[in-house]
T-cell receptor, first 112, second 109 residues
Framework: NAGVTQTPKFQVLKTGQSMTLQCAQD?????MYWYRQDPGMGLRLIYYSASEGTTDKGEVPNGYNVSRLNKREFSLRLESAAPSQTSVYFC???????????FGPGTRLTVT | SQQGEEDPQALSIQEGENATMNCSYKTSINNLQWYRQNSGRGLVHLILIRSNEREKHSGRLRVTLDTSKKSSSLLITASRAADTASYFC?????????FGDGTTLTVKP
């Protein structure tokens, strides 16, 4: 099992460009999450999907959109990137709410 | 705003010593989890303690939870150089996890 995979690993964008971060899990988990981690800080929840077909905002959703494409895949889209979105983005999944989460390796995004 | 706050922010010990990290939070929780992050990597789950539990063990890890004080502690016994990492607590409420800013642990050989 690959666990949680994320693509790309690194990305550099210019201000105003758009991109989609991809996340997939092969553990048959119901819930999936997108976090961002800024230097020296913990993770902040952007969006989550408690189950296939549902998505909800987290702590810092502005500037982002998500799609739960199917049970395996959960994508994060930046429509118009800003320098404040420079961060490391982590996707995570878990069997159900309040269970342990499994994290992907992260995507390092730089917006210039 | 962050719910969990870890203390201390940084901890440096010698191999073989015990390391204790604390986490305080502000509101209700369903459970509390501890994660480890090695530099530049994703988080790895260590242990989950439910709101009706007071103590839990896993190998060299011991976690306590005091809901009356809204605090938790993580004890790593007989530390090893490989334990060098950042440790985060995460509080769960209604399906959402909120992470603290972490404790950076350095274990010197």
């Amino acid at each position: 099992n690959a666990g949680v995979t994320q693509t790309p690993k690194f990305q550099v964008l210019k201000t105003g460009q758009s991109m989609t971060l991809q996340c997939a899990q092969d553990m048959n988990h119901n819930s999936m999450y997108w976090y961002r981690q800024d230097p020296g800080m913990g993770l902040r929840l952007i969006y989550y999907s408690a189950s296939e077909g549902t998505t909800d905002k987290g702590e810092v959703p502005n500037g982002y959109n998500v799609s739960r494409l199917n049970k395996r895949e959960f994508s994060l889209r930046l429509e118009s990137a800003a320098p404040s979105q420079t961060s490391v983005y982590f996707c995570a999944s878990c069997f159900a709410r309040s269970y342990e989460q499994y994290f992907g390796p992260g995507t390092r995004l730089t917006v210039t | 705003s962050q719910q969990g706050e870890e203390d201390p922010q940084a901890l440096s010990i010698q191999e073989g010593e015990n390391a204790t990290m604390n986490c305080s939070y502000k509101t209700s929780i369903n459970n509390l989890q501890w994660y480890r992050q090695n530099s530049g990597r994703g988080l790895v789950h260590l242990i989950l303690i439910r709101s009706n539990e007071r103590e839990k063990h896993s190998g060299r890890l011991r976690v306590t939870l005091d809901t009356s004080k809204k605090s938790s502690s993580l004890l790593i016994t007989a530390s090893r150089a490989a334990d060098t990492a950042s440790y985060f607590c995460a509080t769960d409420w209604e399906g959402k996890s909120t992470f603290g800013d972490g404790t950076t642990l350095t274990v010197k050989p």
